[in-house]
């Protein structure tokens, strides 16, 4: 079972609450967490977004399609969280549904380890990619943020570009022989010339930047949220949008992408799974369960989190490591009934 993902903010829009007072915000955390059981079970059920607004008088209005089951209903209270709470005891008297269900319709699969190699343990790895027999990675934290070619047998780091201070270095695809690079929070992209790491450009997104991949006609970026952008690879600008999401909602926290074979794969952050996503729909299509992979291994501090997709296209190669992990593998996935 997957763990239980609190609302922020940010991701209310994505959840279907179509306006918002910073009353909301104000809410309960036991509230938060009902309010997003209500609006996740719904979502399973319908796939589509429900019609649901809070006022600027504190009014909830919600309509709900549950099954094969319509209700609408407008409550108003001075107490936004008695109305989440009534509501939620409301939508399910109605539906007879259980906040638990969790119904697991996405493929899952888990791996088998073909090989295993050197990773500098220092590495706060946050973008990967594999092309022409070569890693490059891309590393984080303030001060630390770099740009590497690292050999794929020994870990050997074979050209490296140090980011300036102010830059928390994220993910990195390749688009023609340019490598781009995202950075956290400064809204920036770096443009280098692949061979040898001379910047050529930047530009600039008005979003966190996280993961970054290449799809053959568009860059895909995450920031962190259920939402991934579709960014002309010429111009940057933004052409669409994409909400991720299985069947128990919207799927928060997307990290470090790897466009393979019509699906884009993704990290999620702060676990040890990576989603299969359909670029066309937003839908989940499976889950990859990675626990495990890196615990044989001694390190003087603890590891931090799986972060790193590569694809190796001519030889059908997958490779994940992680942040300051000691190891990269090369993984087949294992499809679990
Ligand atoms: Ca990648």
């Excluded at 994505?14 to 997003?36: M, W």
């Excluded at 319509?70 to 709470?85: A, G, M, P, R, T």
């Excluded at 003087?300 to 590569?310: E, R």
Aim: proline share 4%.
């Amino acid at each position: 079972m997957l763990p239980i993902r609190f609302i922020k903010e940010s991701e209310f829009f994505s959840l279907g609450v179509d306006f918002f007072t910073p009353k909301f915000s104000r809410i309960s955390a036991a509230a938060e967490l009902a309010l997003r059981h209500i609006l996740c079970q719904e979502w399973a059920q319908t796939s589509s977004p429900s019609q649901s607004f809070w006022d600027s008088r504190n009014t909830l209005s919600f309509s709900a399609k549950i099954g094969t089951r319509y209700e609408k209903s407008i409550l108003f209270s001075d107490n936004v969280n008695q109305i989440v709470i009534i509501f939620l005891v409301l939508v399910f008297s109605l539906s007879g549904c259980r906040v638990s269900s969790n119904k697991h319709a996405e493929a899952r699969y888990g791996y088998k380890i073909v090989n295993s190699y050197p990773h500098d343990k220092d590495a706060f790895t946050e973008g990967l990619i594999f092309e022409d027999g070569v890693l490059y990675e891309s590393t984080g934290l303030y001060g630390a943020s770099s740009l590497r070619k690292v050999e794929l047998k020994t870990g050997a780091i074979l050209m490296a570009h140090k980011l300036q201070e102010q830059f928390f270095g994220e993910g990195i695809t390749l688009y023609k022989n340019k490598i781009i690079q995202l950075t956290w929070r400064s809204h920036t992209g770096f443009i280098y010339n692949k061979d040898n790491f001379m910047l050529i450009g930047q530009f600039y997104y008005p979003f966190e930047g996280w993961g970054i991949t290449y799809d053959g006609k568009r860059l895909i970026v995450s920031n962190g949220t259920p939402k991934l952008h579709f960014l002309n690879p010429e111009t940057f600008k933004e052409e669409s949008t994409l909400k991720v999401y299985d069947t128990n909602g919207p799927v928060n926290r997307i990290n470090e992408l790897e466009y393979i074979r019509g699906k884009i794969y993704a990290n999620i952050w702060q676990t040890e799974y990576i989603a299969e996503i359909n670029p066309e729909t937003g839908e989940v299509s499976g889950w990859v369960d990675l626990k495990g992979l890196v615990a044989p291994y001694k390190h003087d501090k603890p590891f931090d989190v799986l972060n790193g997709i590569a694809y190796d296209k001519d030889n059908n190669r997958l490779f994940v490591t992680g942040k300051l992990w000691p190891r990269l593998f090369e993984i087949k996935l294992v499809r679990q009934e």
